[in-house]
């Protein structure tokens, strides 16, 4: 499975960007494809989730509200639409790809999902 990030640059606070994570390779009819962001010195942390069958979706709590995960199935893409943004949401974006299912257990911990794009580096001054 390759992941590949797209979208990241520099905004003001208060504007909007919309990551991409285009997806290939073999992978389960349904599976959790998620969100994560890591800015310097900080553990990384899932933003959000999608379960790509059924489309359930799951936010962290700072982000309800402000972004949306959505799913392309036509061109095997994901999007992370962040609006309202501010400097704490600086950081490096990935996407990553983990287990199987529909949405009635939620895998929130980077150690649980097994591939991984290259990031998307997003600045917000």
């Known amino acids: 499975v390759q992941l590949v990030e797209s979208g990241g640059g520099s905004v003001q606070a208060g504007g909007s960007l919309r990551l991409s994570c285009a997806v290939s390779?073999?992978?389960?009819?349904?599976?959790?494809l998620a969100w994560f962001r890591q800015a310097p010195g900080k553990e990384r942390g899932v933003v959000a989730i999608?379960?790509?069958?059924?489309?359930?979706?799951y936010y962290a709590d700072s982000m309800k509200g402000r972004f949306t995960i959505s799913q392309d199935n036509a061109n095997n893409t994901v999007y992370l639409q962040m609006n309202s943004l501010t400097p704490e949401d600086t950081a490096m974006y990935y996407c990553?790809?983990?287990?199987?299912?529909?949405?009635?257990?939620?895998?929130?911990?980077?150690?649980?999902?097994?591939?991984w794009g290259q990031g998307t580096q997003v600045t917000v001054s």
């Open positions: 990553a790809a983990g287990p199987p299912g529909t949405g009635g257990t939620w895998y929130a911990m980077p150690n649980e999902y097994k591939y």
């Open positions: 390779g073999d992978t389960y009819i349904s599976y959790y």
């Open positions: 999608i379960a790509t069958g059924s489309g359930s979706t």
